[in-house]
């Protein structure tokens, strides 16, 4: 998922590498805590991120976002 570029059909909005390297953690079950050390950002920094994520692909919730990744990696494949 780090290496395509993921958008949700009816929004059009592609997610940058950054917010597709967060979701992919998310995917695998991550804290925000968790997340932020990886990549040597904030968690807030990693909250804001989410939230671009989720208004990109039209979610509202965590759980929507990585259903969402999930399904859309098992399309492309």
Not at 10 to 39: C, F, P
Not at 46 to 73: D, I, M, N, P
Request: zero cysteines.
């Amino acid at each position: 998922m780090g290496h395509g570029t993921m958008r949700r059909k009816s929004e059009g909005k592609r997610l940058t590498a950054r917010e597709q390297g967060i979701l992919h953690y998310v995917t695998e079950g991550r804290a925000n805590k968790e997340i932020a050390s990886q990549l040597d950002i904030s968690v807030r920094t990693v909250q804001k991120h989410l939230q671009r994520v989720y208004a990109k692909l039209g979610v509202k919730s965590r759980t929507a976002a990585a259903l969402l990744a999930v399904k859309e990696k098992v399309e492309k494949e």
